[in-house]
């Protein structure tokens, strides 16, 4: 495994904790009737949405670097598919969370681009490995 993909797991992994303090903290707000979260359903949705899109896009990119490795891309290229894929499970949680960062927020800012930014990143890192594949 190339150097930058094991920096690069490195930080993910460091990650997880985060996920999981995330899960602990929705689950509290669940448990102690937060105001601002149970009776209010788009940031209760959105922040649901948020961490589970964390959590498994994390674990989906620590896969993907194994292939990227294998793919015959140039460096310079599987620089930017590694990037591509990375920069999902930051920017779609992002937008997400910071969407609805206020308690009386009951619709989704302009930073829900966020989420979106984060899907093209995705869907132009894994398709470019994809193909690389073949």
């Given at each position: 495994m190339s150097p930058s993909t094991l920096s690069t797991a490195g930080v993910l992994l460091i990650t997880?904790?985060?996920?999981?303090?995330?899960?602990v903290t929705l689950l509290t707000y669940l448990m102690r009737n937060v105001p601002g979260y149970n009776d209010n359903p788009v940031r209760r949705g959105l922040w649901r949405a948020g961490h589970a899109h964390a959590g498994v896009l994390v674990l989906f990119s620590l896969v993907a670097l194994l292939?990227?490795?294998?793919?015959?891309?140039?460096?310079?290229?599987?620089?930017?598919?590694r990037?591509?894929?990375?920069?999902?499970?930051?920017?779609?949680?992002?937008?997400?969370?910071?969407?609805?960062?206020?308690?009386?927020?009951?619709?989704?800012?302009?930073?829900?681009?966020?989420?979106?930014?984060?899907?093209?990143?995705?869907?132009a890192g894994t398709l470019t490995l994809g193909v690389s594949l073949l």
């Open positions: 997880v904790p985060g996920v999981a303090y995330g899960g292939y990227i490795d294998a793919s015959p891309l140039t460096d310079g290229v599987k620089t930017l598919v990037t591509l894929i990375v920069a999902a499970p930051i920017l779609m949680p992002l937008g997400f969370f910071l969407s609805v960062v206020r308690p009386s927020d009951t619709k989704p800012s302009r930073l829900i681009w966020l989420t979106f930014a984060g899907g093209l990143s995705l869907a």
